[in-house]
Every structure is written in C-alpha cells, then in structure tokens.
C-alpha cells in the first residue's frame, strides 16, 4: 500500500501550498481507515520539507514518481520515501529513501546495527540506516513480481538531514552497506551530493508508473530465493524428514496445494517435544515457497525464527531470507487470503490480542486463518507457557470451522529428542505433576542427573559443550538487572558462589548458536521450540516440593516475567481458576526446559526439599 502518491511537481505543489505533514497526515487516513501516530506526523513534518529542498532541482524531471510510505505487504516494513522513473538506456528505475532525524549515535560491535535514540525514546541498539534501505531494496527484489520479474534497477539510501558528520555513520564497520546503500547528511555540501546522486539516477520521468506496478505487483518469492532456500535444505541433514514426519508433511502438503480462497484448509499437527514439528514446519516452507506459492512460517516466539533464518540463510543476507518468517502479530491488518499458505509453528504460543498492549485485532488464530488460503498449525497443549497463550487444539478448530475451512488433524509421535525415550518423557511428566500415572525409566537411555550445585551443573555444561551444543536454562525467578547494569549477574546463589547473567541483553534470540553464549543462562523464551545436545537446569524457587507434594510458587517468579503478568489481578476475579492456570504454567515451564537435550538433562534446584525429591524419584527410576 501506498500512503501518498504524485510526481515531483506534484509533491513540490504541495509542500508549498499546504504542510505536506497535513496531506500525507490525510492520505493515510483515507487509505487506511485510521489517524496516524503522533510520532509518525512528527516524522513528515521533520523530514518531507528536506527531501522537498531536494527535489527542488530543475535537473531532476517534472513528472518523476514521488511516494510515501510504502508498506511492503510480507514484512510489516514501510519504505520512506521512494522515487520512480527511468534511467540512462530508459531502463526503469527506483529509489529507495530511508529518513532519519538522528542527531547522534554510536558505532556497535555487531553487524550492521548501530546504537542511536529512534522516536524520541533512549539509546537503544538497531539498524544501520544504509542496512535498512538495503534491506527494504532486497524484500522488494525477492518478493514484488513486479521487481523481480523484470529489469528494475533499485538503488537504496538514507537521508540523515540532522545529523553532522562526526564519522559514525560513514564508519569502516559499515562499509558493506553504505557502499550499496549511501548515506546522507546534514549542510548543504551534502544535499548537493543527494541531488546528484538523484539526477545520476533519473533522466526522464514516468509518471509513477513504475510506483503503481509495485503497489499492484502480485506478491510472491523470486525464483533465485526460492531455488536458494529449497538447495540450502536439501543439503542440511538436521532438516531430513523421518517415519511419520514424511507422513505428515505429505498429508499437510497435499492440503496445502488443493486449498483456494473458497476452499480454505487448516491442517493441525500436535506433537510433543522432539517429535520434529519444527522440521515438518521448515521443509513444508521450503517446498511450497519451491512451487512458486507465497508462504511464511510464522512463530509467536521470536528464538525459533530467528535461529533457523540463521540457519537457512546461506549465501543470502539475513534481511533476504526473513521475508519467509515472521511472527502472528500483524495479520489483523492484513487483506483475505493473501497469503497461498501460513506455517504456524508452536501454535499454543499464540495470543488472543496483538500489539505490544495486547490492544489491536481480535483473535490472532482467527486472523492467521483469515490471511491465508491454507494454515498449518503446529500444536503441543503441554507446552503453554504463559497466561497469554491461547493456541490449544479446540481453540484451532474452533475458528477453522467458523471460518468454513476444512480441518485434518495429525499427530506425531516418534520420539527424535531426549534421546529417542519417550519413558523419560512419560517420568518427567508423572514427576512434574502433568499426570497422575506412574512410569519408571531407565537413566542409561537419557542421561539425566541431579546435580548438587549450579556451579557443578555449568561446568557440566561447559564440559558437554565441544559442538556448541551444550546450555544452561532456568526458570525466570531472577530479574534482569543486567539490563540496567551491565557488569552486574543476574542469576545470584551466593551460598554456591554461583553468579551469571542471563542471555537477554546480547545474544538475544540467537542465544542458543551464538558462540561462547554457554556462559550464559538462557530462558523460556530463548530455547523454546529449540534444541541441544546437552541441556542444564536451574529450577528455581517458583516449584517446591512440601509435604509429599510438588508445588508451585508463583510470587517466587520475577517480577518481570512477562509469562504470568497480571496474575494477581486475575486471582481476584477468580482464585481458583487463576491458580490453576499459574500452576499449570509453571510445571510446563519445566518440562519444557527439561526436553530442550537431545542426550541429556541435568538439573539443580535452589531449594533443598525439591532437589530431595527429584533424586528420590532418579534414584526410584532405575531401581
């Protein structure tokens, strides 16, 4: 979607008869039946009037296309500012503009971000300005038809018009994409250059022809991205499909190609941890995206997307291959069926609301449904790990049937991770409480251990770790203080001389590949829906084991954790339902670290009755 559309002199026009803040301002309500933010009015306002100034070159043609705020349909990304005509040889041509009203910023360490305060809001760390134009330029080559399939030049770049030259944007670190995305900035040496950088790019005008192409352009992967994509599987062996995963995928595939916007199919797999739902989940993208069909793996958890974006990327940049994945929040805006096929991974992550707010849509399920002309959904009930999560079974069916879709179910029940023992996942979950059957394992087939203290169990780790394949987990019951202050620990047990901070603030979402990230202590929000060979976990004071039972403590969680927030709230409106849902949060917290190891698990726990139980119950296994 375009926000605004015209020509040079029409835009001209109207930044000198009008504020062009007020008629773009009017645009996007018109075209999207909503008022803008005041940050993005202040944006227009700060920004529109430079690239005005310019424009405002008689060099440059009359009848160049001018657009504003393009929103590029696959990734929830706007484009700023784009220009459209032809080039020398009258070869269509478009320019990317990315604005920014920095003033200052720093160099980062990591690739391609850059810390800088965006919004108005404090320093925090993002993309390099050239990146994004970059990127935006290569979503729209691997996705818009209208790009790919034809001989448009694209030339990104970024107009800093606030920011002085002080050798932080131009820095060597940045090399690789200012020299393909220039950047821009303050004085008027450098507007000169960002005319002529212009003029070099346009020698005739077209109207906005090429503009209207791209809007109306059909959406769907080049054929390069997905040529690379479905190459790039076929040559990882951790993607090889086995037993009923080839079942399934066969059986998802099949619905996936006979759906139509009147025939809608939702397909929902259940499968509990190590089953390789993610594995079905990643090859059926590959394979559809391979049939020319536009799809997106879609996962409420950030670590998984972004891990097998890693993973998969290849010879591509990062930006490139992520137009195949992305999360389930912004689907409340987008059109029916616009989508061939939607890959949802750990589904029961999904929430009612989107929006940081939990404000904007009605029901994410009912949207992914919705978007797509085929949805599949990848469940497990036992792995609900917050009060927001909603994506059970009955949930899916629900909205699929009142949406008219058609619905298969299929479950996968081999048994891949833990070492293949599905009698380990059977104790683990009677001693965890989830089910009142008694199930003995025996610990040669899983190497599970209790450990006596957390240092003993990271060394462990450590020891286990000679593929990076080795992490230590805990529950959330200690707060990011390292967020605040970096040299500080996090997770403090003075009484084992045991410090360390937990994975947030750098590695992020990668955590679980990132080298030397074994130092660290990750979370459920950074190894769900994800796996190693050898798996640590800190089991903290939110589980108790009093009076021959296992218990729960949720006021032991940290007041940060998201997972049960507004729990106090709820228990007032209701005690007992709200207790239940915490407790049964707080047990699948567990299990769902306890299943991230391939070999094995070895836990410690803070508290000395809950770590009696855990080695009576080993102990009581193998006998």
């Known amino acids: 979607m375009l926000i605004y559309q015209s020509t040079k002199d029409g835009f001209l026009a109207d930044n000198r008869d009008r504020m062009i803040e007020d008629v773009v301002s009017q645009s996007f309500l018109n075209r999207t039946g909503r008022y803008a933010s005041d940050g993005e009015y202040r944006a227009w306002q700060g920004s529109l009037p430079y690239m005005a100034k310019v424009l405002h070159d008689p060099q440059v043609p009359g009848d160049v296309g001018v657009a504003i705020e393009y929103g590029i349909p696959q990734s929830g990304k706007r484009i700023d500012f784009l220009i459209s005509g032809m080039a020398e040889g009258l070869t269509p041509n478009l320019m990317i503009v990315e604005l920014k009203q920095w003033s200052d910023a720093r160099v980062s360490e990591r690739d391609g971000l850059i810390f800088a305060r965006r919004g108005g809001r404090s320093e925090i760390e993002g993309t390099h300005p050239s990146y994004q134009a970059w990127s935006y330029a290569a979503l729209l080559r691997g996705f818009n038809e209208a790009v790919h399939d034809s001989s448009v030049g694209l030339q990104p770049c970024a107009y800093l018009h606030n920011y002085p030259d002080d050798g932080v944007m131009n820095h060597e670190r940045y090399r690789a994409y200012t020299d393909r995305a220039p950047v821009f900035l303050k004085g008027e040496e450098e507007l000169r250059r960002l005319r002529e950088f212009v003029r070099q790019q346009f020698k005739v005008g077209d109207a906005g022809k090429l503009l209207v192409e791209i809007e109306n352009g059909r959406i769907r992967p080049s054929k390069t991205l997905a040529d690379g994509l479905s190459r790039m599987l076929r040559g990882n062996q951790e993607f090889v499909l086995v037993d009923d995963q080839k079942v399934v995928y066969e059986a998802a595939l099949f619905a996936a190609r006979a759906a139509s916007e009147v025939s809608k199919n ?48 290849g010879s591509f940049r990062k930006m490139e291959i992520s137009g195949f994945f992305n999360g389930p929040g912004g689907f409340h805006e987008k059109e029916a069926n616009v989508f061939d096929t939607l890959v949802i991974d750990e589904a029961h992550r999904l929430n009612e609301k989107s929006g940081f707010y939990g404000n904007l849509g009605e029901n994410q399920i009912k949207e992914l449904i919705a978007a797509a002309r085929s949805a599949i959904f990848f469940v497990d009930d036992n792995q609900v790990v917050t009060l927001a999560d909603i994506g059970s079974r009955a949930e899916i069916e629900k909205w699929a049937t009142a949406a008219g879709a058609s619905v298969s179910s299929h479950v996968l029940r081999s048994q891949f991770r833990c070492n293949g023992s599905d009698d380990y996942l059977a104790w683990l979950d009677s001693t965890l409480g989830l089910n009142d059957s008694i199930v003995d394992f025996e610990p040669a087939s899983f190497d599970f251990r209790v450990v006596d203290s957390p240092s003993e169990l990271h060394r462990l780790v450590v020891d286990k770790n000679d593929r990076n394949r080795a992490r230590v987990v805990a529950g959330y019951c200690w707060d990011w203080v390292s967020k605040r202050f970096p040299d500080r620990s996090d997770i403090v047990i003075p009484e084992h001389d045991y410090s360390r901070q937990w994975n947030l603030a750098t590695d992020a979402s990668l955590w679980i590949i990132a080298p030397h990230s074994v130092e660290q202590v990750g979370c459920i929000h950074t190894c769900q829906g994800l796996e190693v060979d050898y798996v640590g976990v800190i089991i903290g004071p939110d589980l108790l084991y009093r009076d021959g039972t296992l218990t729960t403590a949720v006021e032991n969680r940290s007041v940060q954790d998201r997972s049960v927030r507004g729990w106090r709230r709820l228990a007032k409106i209701d005690p007992e339902g709200t207790a239940a849902r915490v407790d049964r949060i707080i ?37």
């Open 266 to 313: 939702v397909v929902i797999v259940e499968g509990g941890p190590g089953t390789g739902k993610s594995i079905v989940a990643i090859n059926l993208l590959s394979r559809l995206t391979n049939d020319g069909l536009l799809v997106q793996y879609i996962s409420r958890n950030a670590a998984p997307r972004k891990v097998y974006e890693s993973k998969l990327a």
């Open 587 to 623: 047990r699948n917290t567990y299990r769902t670290l306890m299943t991230r190891g391939m070999k094995g698990c070895f836990i410690f726990c803070t508290d000395a009755e809950t770590q009696a139980y855990f080695k009576r119950e080993l102990q009581r296994a193998g006998t």
